[in-house]
């Protein structure tokens, strides 16, 4: 399928850090990310530190507080892939203790063509 040569941002969603229990909650929606995207960009805009899971479950990333996470797929496909993205629905969780301020998530991809 042929992309466009331009970029597209998903819509931003966020989460606040005061409702955290220390159980995995949904940053990116039920419905996950809304397009694959090449880049996803979780920052931390609140007091306390949050680990980040793409299935719920499982750990995978950890972002400190006030600080930025950036996650490009692309640049790491493997030798025999043309590019990697982030599949269309993929849901992002995050977790930690009662913060004050929100976590938030971006993401950018290229639309199809036609």
């Known amino acids: 399928m042929a992309v466009k040569n331009s970029i597209k941002a998903i819509p931003l969603s966020s989460i606040d850090s005061a409702t ?6 949904l ?3 039920a419905a996950g990310i809304t397009n694959a995207c090449f880049m996803l960009r979780i920052t931390n805009n609140s007091t306390v530190p949050v680990t980040v899971s793409y299935d719920g479950v499982n750990d995978h ?7 930025t996470l950036v996650v490009p ?3 790491i ?3 025999n892939n043309f590019l ?3 599949a269309q629905g993929q849901k992002v969780y995050v977790k930690g203790g009662a913060g004050v301020g ?3 998530l971006a993401g950018y991809f290229q639309p199809s063509a036609g």
């Open 102 to 104: 929100l976590v938030y």
């Open 84 to 86: 990697a993205n982030f």
């Open 61 to 67: 990333d950890f972002v400190l507080n006030a600080t």
């Open 77 to 79: 496909s493997q030798p």
């Open 20 to 25: 955290f229990t220390g159980a995995y909650q």
């Open 73 to 75: 797929p692309s640049t």
């Open 27 to 29: 940053l990116s929606g």
